[in-house]
């Protein structure tokens, strides 16, 4: 079991919090705001109104033993960039930061931030690869130049095995997993012969990943 601390209580910040507390983690909640912590009282491991821009607040609540903090104030540049501050300098050991554009994540990585996300460029990412590919099932970015995707194994695929296909060379991607209604193989041996069912999880940069997402 882990202990996160969530700052900011909007619909991301609450999402992640109630997500992360039914996956059996510790939880606490912080806001300004009296309403958004009531609301969400009941269904965390603790709910607390404080101004997560005063580092001594951030202190007496504890949150230097957590080992996680999402600060999800993304509406509020000031509130978001003081409360990363506060976190880093607290020695928390990973925080994650939300941010509504480019430029506010420039900004928060430059702070220390370990992971900026900006949720609706990362729905828009899935959402833009689903559509452009039928058998692209998930899509998550890496990086500017890699990412991994989940595609329904394609057709001229099934019935070969990994040697044959040689993926890796032919394409330039990696196939990290396998999912079919079996279960999961992780890092699936050159012997593993494609089924219909299977779901490929597949490791590449774009332009590779594009070649795939089209066979």
Not at 190 to 201: G, L, S
């Amino acid at each position: 079991m882990k202990s996160y601390v969530v700052i900011g209580l909007g619909r991301f910040g609450s999402s992640i919090a109630c997500t992360l507390c039914s996956l059996g983690n510790e939880v606490l909640a912080v806001d300004r705001h009296v309403d958004l912590v009531q609301q969400i009282s009941g269904d965390v491991t603790n709910a607390v109104v404080a101004d997560a821009g005063d580092q001594e607040v951030l202190r007496a609540l504890g949150v230097s033993d957590c080992d996680c903090a999402i600060v999800a104030i993304g509406d509020d540049l000031a509130g978001s960039v003081m409360a990363t501050m506060n976190l880093k300098e607290l020695g928390i050991p990973m925080v994650v930061c939300k941010a509504n554009d480019e430029a506010h994540r420039r900004i928060l990585l430059k702070l220390g931030a370990d992971r900026v996300v900006i949720p609706e460029h990362e729905v828009a990412g899935r959402l833009a690869h689903s559509l452009s590919s039928p058998n692209v099932l998930d899509y998550i970015e890496l990086s500017n130049d890699y990412g991994i995707v989940e595609v329904s194994a394609p057709h001229s695929w099934i019935g070969k095995n990994f040697r044959e296909l040689n993926i890796r060379a032919k394409l330039g991607v990696t196939v990290i997993a396998v999912k079919n209604p079996n279960g999961v193989q992780v890092s699936p041996t050159a012997d593993y012969v494609t089924k219909e069912a299977d779901v490929m999880v597949i490791l590449g940069d774009y332009d590779s990943l594009s070649v795939v997402q089209k066979l």
